[in-house]
């Protein structure tokens, strides 16, 4: 399908395009043509993504100067499926070609995905580590440049990595042929021509018109130093799915320690203080240089490193990197590993308190200075420091350095930083525990802090989710202004999910996950019913969600004793989720088999947890979502506790409000699993009396809550059943309504909505002109009356 937008030709992959598609793509452009920012909300399953593609691609190739567009999204499924996206519009683009030298643009365009060494790694050896850092560690002990050095000048001295070796024989920009790859076709590709498929994808990184990959590669400082520093101001960045961008912003600017860590630091500053007595008597000129480049000026030192080589990039962001020269007390090597020695010890020595700690990074220092004699100063240059080190050295085996890596970090960090942070030293993993297991936490409170690089960086950053309501939160939380601030309906010739909220059990006792009543066994009862009578009446699979992890077991427990599960049993299987990744996409597996074979099954889940982030129940997969409880943080967290308390102070969000937004943005992450397009179907149940309450009902993003009636939100278990039974009655019947033009338009329909828009911008026009006229026309006419009198006046006078 070929249409325009404001004179933009677009190319649409489909014959027929959602209304929300249209909208989504006219706030788009109107945000890229603005040269500004966008928080745009879509319906979970009316393509999102390639409404999104169809757009930008569509600008890049209109534009005379193309703009690099670099799509940021969560989980490597997600950045797979974005490709495979990219790749069927390219291929539309490609067959709707007009002439030769638009097939010859549409062919030569190029589109990768971006993901770990792990993920793409092919050296027999090293692919069969188990461990992401392990395979980093390894993989640059093959591909520094100081061994493919050695080894191209002594062949067979050092070993190299083959695949990265060929990698050198290509030019630049032509490392794979132009086209859109996924990350499968990366990886034969790389088989196939004996290359290794990771550095091909970072090397290609200048030449490519769309990069696909995490959000840490763009937010988090020490990976985005390495890997997204050559990207240009006009670029378009998009962060799909950020309903958690936030989080993801808090994360990448916050460090924890633990006591095993420190030991594994002071184990390695041991082996460095090794490595620097050998070479002293080997090759001394080696430190004698590196202190001469030192000398002159930390950028020069540094220079020579490149991207591809860095062992620990800086953790703090790009405008707070001191461009000076690193501090004299720390330029001599045996003097930079006594600093670091001392620094350890103080930290394990206040690891040593019983009782909770909770200080700024300020208080922090004072106490370092007042204690070891360490200034601010040279802490700041940690980090480069030790990279220059590790460098100057030729270590290997990088993993083992991990820890001292981390205190580096964590030292630049808490010198560089005053506002926005906090220092929070527990001894202890849980309020009850008796044995000491203590963590320092350097935690960021201010996700604005990790983002803002980017806005003031690129021209357009576009943060879209079907979760992200309410909308005005985010830039109140990110600190910028959007251009564009949109949240769509959804339109439905006829509904295809129902939500329903359950506020009381059969028995009329009320139902909730609030801790008063969460352990009642009327409420607990209650719940497991809820669930009986869903596993009865409801084909293939349910998923059940709960606040949390201790919050399920307990639950789970007590049903077990109640008989509830061997009720449940008799309809379904049951698998649980549980905190590690590989049990859970065992069981992830096993319920999609006993959905497929008839069986069906349930899916007991997390909020907040794997299976709500990135994992798509469509059709038979899920039919109804249950969520029980509303899904709010553990607030005596003294991190939550913290970031709170910052919210409240520097940007007036009271904690009442940021609670309530957290919660329901995850519990609509969670029901929204459940609808994967406009062909599916399924239920949203929604157990937990506080859901029907219209302050709560009003978080939910726009195209859930306009299905939710008056009588579906405050239901007992019986009347839920009936509705759910009714709906599925009517789902089941073959539709006879025609979508078109009401939730599917044709290439006639945008164009008639076109001319509308039009005609109404034009009647805006003459109103604007008619509302005008009076006054000009009573001017004028004052004008004349003030004449008359002046001459009336002097002709009385004379």
Partial sequence: MKFNIDGLPIIFPYDRIYPEQYSYMCDLKKTLDAQGHGVLEMPSGTGKTVSLLSLIVSYQQHSPHPRKLIYCSRTVPEIEKALSELQ????????????????????????LGLTSRKNLCLHPDVSKEKKGKVVDARCRDLTNSAACEKGRANPGSVPLCDWHERLGEKEPGNLIPPGIYTLAEVLQYGRDEGVCPYFTIRRMMPFVDVIIYSFHYLLDPKVAEQVSKEFSKDAIVVFDE??????????SLSIDLTRPMLDSATRSVVRLTEKIEEIKETDASKLQDEYAKLVEGLQEANNETSDEDAFVANAVLPDDLLKEAI???????????????RFVEYLKTRMRVLHVVAETPLSFLQHLKDITYIERRPLRFCAERLQSLVRTLELNQL?????????????????????????????????????????????????????????????SVVITSGTISPLDM???????????????????????????????GSDQVAVSSRFEVRNDPAVVRNFGSILIEYSKIVPDGIVAFFPSYLYMESIVAAWNDMGILNEVWKNKLIFVETPDANETS??????????????????????RGKVSEGIDFDHNYGRAVIMFGVPYQYTQSRILRARLEYLRDAYRIRESEFLAFDAMRNAAQCVGRVLRGKTDWGLMVFADKRYARADKRAKLPRWMNQYISETASNLSTDMAIVLSKLFMRQISQNPNENQTGISLWTLEHIEQRQAAEREMTAQMQVDEKREMRPDREGSATSEDEFIESWRSSETMNC
């Fill in 242 to 251: 950020a309903h958690n961008i936030d989080n993801v912003c808090i994360e």
């Fill in 399 to 459: 993993d083992e350095y991990f820890a001292l890596q981390k205190v580096a970090s964590f030292a630049t960090l808490v010198a560089t930083y005053e506002k926005g942070f906090l220092l929070i030293l527990e001894p202890f993993e849980t309020e009850t525990a008796t044995v000491p297991n203590p963590i320092f936490h350097f935690t960021c409170l201010d996700p604005s802090l990790a983002i803002k690089p980017i806005f003031e960086r690129f021209s």
């Fill in 327 to 341: 501090p004299g007390n720390i330029r001599k090597a045996e003097h930079f590993i006594a600093f670091l020695k």
């Fill in 88 to 111: 069927r519009l390219m291929k539309y683009r490609v067959s709707q070609a007009e002439t030769p030298e638009e097939r010859m643009k549409e062919e030569s365009f190029i589109g």
């Fill in 586 to 607: 065992i069981a992830l597996e096993n319920y999609r088999r006993a959905c497929n074979n008839g069986r069906g099954a349930v899916m007991l889940s997390v909020a």
């Fill in 474 to 504: 985010y830039p109140k939380m990110l600190q910028f202004t959007p251009v564009i601030q949109e949240s769509y309906p959804m339109t439905l010739t006829r509904n295809c999910f129902l939500p329903l909220v359950i506020t009381r």
